[in-house]
Antibody, heavy 117, light 111 residues
Framework: EVQLVESGGGLVRPGGSLRLSCAAS????????MNWVRQTPGKGLEWVSS????????YYADSVKGRFAVSRDNARKSLYLQMNSLRAQDTAVYYC??????????WGQGTLVTVSS | QSALTQPASVSGSPGQSITLSCTGT?????????VSWYQQHPGEAPKLMIY???YRPSGVSSRFSGSKSGNTASLTISGLQAEDEADYYC???????????FGGGTKLTVL
């Protein structure tokens, strides 16, 4: 069974940093691209970033470009999102999701990031 | 404002069929057969219900079906059940600046 478990969320002040992690199990992690998607409270979904299986291709939403950095450790079966210069608008639940045949077929339970003074 | 347009809410009675719409552009829904639909119950993660416009993942009820015409994709749920009450999001691959775009979501209420 595919499992994705996010961690690292919490309360951070504007301008601060946070590192999210996503632990994967139940599938061959190094064969899949992975994505981060966020959901603001009571609002819809927004794609944030994606990283290919070998980390050769990395993409970011314009709203986080230059502030967030995605990475992965295939040996540890883990995905990461380093978030710097955080803003109130970054407050959201952050999900990691597996990319499979042009869809995001498996999602973690999410971790809440709150940016507030 | 979301890239794909979905009605904010839809309702139906048990046993009925309802159709949710998702309107994009020729750069996303109209150009790719990579439309997906996700179901999200309160406090839970999104669950994939339909991918590549009309394919169901293993374990998803055959009451859920998808289609596309031009720039608009649709999700039809037949034989509505109370457990279908949830938020539904569409997404599409796109050749825009981001690979994935989402709709704003439709809240389905089963009366």
């Amino acid at each position: 069974e595919v499992q994705l478990v996010e961690s690292g969320g919490g309360l951070v002040r504007p301008g601060g940093s946070l590192r999210l992690s996503c632990a994967a199990s139940g599938f061959t992690f190094n064969s899949f691209s992975m994505n981060w998607v966020r959901q603001t409270p009571g609002k819809g979904l927004e794609w944030v970033s994606s990283i290919s299986s070998g980390s050769g291709y990395i993409y970011y939403a314009d709203s986080v470009k230059g502030r967030f950095a995605v990475s992965r450790d295939n040996a540890r079966k883990s995905l990461y999102l380093q978030m710097n210069s955080l803003r109130a608008q970054d407050t959201a639940v952050y999900y990691c999701a597996r990319e499979n045949s042009d869809t995001l077929d498996s999602w973690g339970q999410g971790t809440l990031v709150t940016v507030s003074s | 404002q979301s890239a794909l347009t979905q009605p904010a809410s839809v309702s139906g009675s048990p046993g009925q069929s309802i159709t949710l719409s998702c309107t994009g552009t020729s750069s996303d829904v109209g150009d790719y057969n990579y439309v997906s639909w996700y179901q999200q119950h309160p406090g839970e993660a999104p669950k994939l219900m339909i991918y590549d416009v009309s394919y169901r993942p293993s374990g998803v009820s055959s009451r859920f079906s998808g289609s596309k015409s031009g720039n608009t994709a649709s999700l039809t749920i037949s034989g509505l059940q109370a457990e279908d009450e949830a938020d539904y999001y569409c997404s599409s691959y796109t050749r825009g600046t981001t690979p994935w775009v989402f709709g704003g979501g439709t809240k389905l209420t089963v009366l």
